[in-house]
């Protein structure tokens, strides 16, 4: 019973299908874990613990009537970002601080309908808006490798506490790298899917043609279970793509003779040396597992980092622009009048950062500088697209770090917002570009984790998730846990 | 790839592109945003170098290149049937509402 946490989602599965355990019981043992373990952290906005037992009881109840699917009774955690029906989605900030979502996001009601099990609200960065988890109303989350680091953002509330063996699974979402880069910097196995891939309906959107859900997990194998659960056709979601979900666990333990590797040039240049090696060694694991390396370049690469804050700041100051204090969320004392309104209720409502980029986007598309900036970022985000194009007419995946650098500290970045920007240096590019992504655990620099980063062509998740799972089955870097959680 | 950018920096940095106390003050009323005296030398500042840093995409010969502006090339708004879908469920959803009167949304008053 202790040491439930330690189990993978098939092991839970497996002993739940067998009775040797109640989805009751494995949700009391992780909430127990959590009122023990969370606070340190700061990693969970709202914990859900009635309507948890509630969701534990129904599966325990479908389960007697003889269902038993991968996900029945498993608990879960959810970046407070996904429309959770009843119970208050905060996305981080204190706009939405008292607002009671109405209705669940799409990707809620699948894992819902799997029997799946909420827990909890985890802690973000404000409206998605980070990469330390820093920008929260509700305080940073720390690293539970080192609680004097952030653990990456924007979703760091659900990778410290999938780190932290407070839940099997949690969900995320990666605009700019926000559920890979968290993945590195705690350890854990996280996956960006295709654009189109998984429903944006009742995700609270930043930016409508970068956002995407997907998965934080502590192995490939846990993964691929969940991914099937959330992908698939939407008709609630404009973007959601009509293409077929293979069976992500059929393909896990292919082999990967033949398999072709790019390197990404660029992201090698300038590469620390520490990071250097651990990727050099996650290489010589994938040649013994059959897979040939080459080098590509994709000569627009560097690019992308400005690129996307032009087009996300942009594409966000469009969407938050809903929150007016009129129907929802904040809104300001004794209005003089609509103007006073809107500016001291979004001028209260929302944090330093998310006004900077509202404001950035704002004055990008603005009259006499949208083809400047708006236009000229869009024909560069068609540079760097074509490039990974080209690069996957040579190979089948590309490899690279996920992060520049492990953990760093908080408070060490939050006042240059540059600087910051560039820890999203690898995984900008994919968002850009609309692949999928996957960062899986490659070792340590410091005691801090580092990650490995593998991004695919659109649609190739069965195969990131394939490359992964080998790599896992040859290392044993995501079995590490950190100090304190074992 | 990060001491590419790196090396850029210093470049943009010798020719910045500020935004003065002016520029700021209209981007925020564009943007609705109240900002206070005090925030403001910092909103000056952090935005200035953020333009400053996207200014490096002005160099890059972009002539012939179709703007992309979303990752679903080929890709149609879908249209659906015009039925009706969804209930009434207007309490439901003012439930979050900060002023409702009769079922409408109260605010200031908007015309005199």
Redesign the interface.
């Known amino acids: 019973m202790t040491m439930l946490h330690t189990l993978s989602i098939s092991e839970l599965s497996a002993r739940l299908a067998r009775k040797e355990l109640s989805s009751v019981e494995l949700t009391r043992f992780f909430l127990s874990r959590i009122e023990r373990l969370s606070p340190a952290l700061n990693a969970l906005i709202t914990v859900t613990a009635e309507q948890a037992l509630q969701g534990a009881q129904a599966a325990d109840r479908r389960r007697a009537a003889g269902e038993n699917g991968p996900l029945l009774g498993i608990p879960l955690i959810h970046k407070d970002i996904f429309c959770t029906d009843g119970v208050r989605t905060s996305c981080g900030s204190r706009m939405l601080d008292?607002?009671?979502a109405?209705y669940d996001a799409t990707v809620v009601a699948r894992l819902k309908a799997a029997g799946a099990v909420m827990l909890a609200k985890a802690n973000m960065d404000e409206f998605a808006m980070g990469s330390s988890n820093e920008t929260s109303y509700y305080g940073p989350v720390k690293n539970p490798w080192n609680t004097a680091k952030v653990p990456g953002g924007s979703s760091g509330g659900s990778a410290a506490a999938t780190a932290a063996r407070l839940t099997p699974f949690a969900t995320g979402t990666d605009t700019g790298g926000s559920i890979r880069q968290p993945a590195a910097l705690t350890g854990v196995t996280g996956v960006k899917p295709t654009?189109?891939r998984v429903s944006r309906y009742g995700m609270i959107a930043f930016a409508?043609?970068l956002d995407q859900a997907g998965v934080f997990a502590r192995s490939a194998a846990d993964a691929a279970m969940v991914l099937q659960v959330m992908a698939g056709f939407d008709?609630k979601d404009?973007?959601s793509?009509e293409t077929p979900v293979p069976d992500y666990s059929a393909t896990l333990d292919e082999p990967l003779k033949g398999l072709k590797i790019g390197l990404l040039r660029?992201?090698?240049?300038?590469?620390e040396p520490h990071n250097a090696a651990l990727i050099q060694d996650a290489l010589k694991v994938y040649r013994a597992l059959g897979a040939t390396t080459q080098e590509v370049s994709l000569p627009?690469?560097?690019?992308s980092?400005?690129?996307y804050?032009?087009v996300a700041p942009a594409e966000c100051?469009s969407n938050l622009?809903r929150f007016?204090?009129?129907?929802?969320?904040h809104?300001c004392e004794a209005?003089?009048?609509?103007?006073?309104?809107?500016?001291?209720s979004?001028?209260?409502g929302?944090g330093?950062e998310v006004?900077?980029r509202?404001?950035?986007g704002?004055?990008?598309l603005?009259a006499g500088y949208f083809d400047?900036?708006y236009?000229?970022?869009?024909?560069?985000?068609?540079?760097i697209?074509d490039d990974f194009r080209a690069a996957f007419g040579q190979v089948d995946l590309l490899i690279g770090p996920t992060t520049?650098t492990p953990a760093f500290d908080i408070g060490a970045k939050i006042d240059?917002?540059?600087t910051m920007?560039?820890n999203d240096?690898?995984t900008i590019g994919a968002n850009?570009?609309?692949?999928p992504g996957l960062s899986l655990p490659c070792g340590f620099v410091d005691e801090l984790p580092m990650g490995l980063q593998l991004i695919g062509p659109?649609f190739s998740e069965a195969k990131l998730l394939n490359a992964a799972h080998r790599f896992q089955t040859a290392t044993d870097w995501h079995r590490h846990t950190p100090r304190g959680y074992e | 790839m990060l001491t590419l950018i790196l090396r850029e920096l210093p470049r943009i940095f010798t020719n910045p592109m500020t935004l003065t106390r002016q520029d700021v003050e209209k981007i925020a009323h564009l943007a609705r945003l109240s900002i206070t005296a005090d925030e403001m030398p910092v909103y000056v500042t952090s935005l200035s170098s953020i333009i400053n840093f996207v200014d490096e995409l002005s160099k890059v010969p972009t002539q012939d290149v179709q703007p992309m502006a979303h990752p679903l090339e080929g890709q149609r708004q879908r249209l659906r049937a015009d039925v009706v879908s969804e209930s009434d469920a207007r309490d439901k959803y003012q439930g979050n509402a900060p002023a409702v009167q009769a079922g409408l949304y109260v605010v200031p008053r908007v015309i005199e």
């Open positions: 008292n607002f009671i109405p654009y189109g409508s043609s008709p404009s973007t793509v660029e992201f090698f240049d300038g590469l627009h690469l560097p690019l980092v400005p690129t804050y032009v100051s622009s007016d204090g009129v129907r929802f969320g809104r209005p003089k009048d609509l103007m006073d309104l809107y500016k001291r979004r001028g209260e929302f330093a006004k900077r509202i404001m950035t704002t004055y990008v603005s400047a900036y236009l000229k970022a869009q024909k560069v985000r068609r540079l697209t520049p240059d917002p540059v920007y560039l240096i690898y850009l570009a609309g692949l659109h």
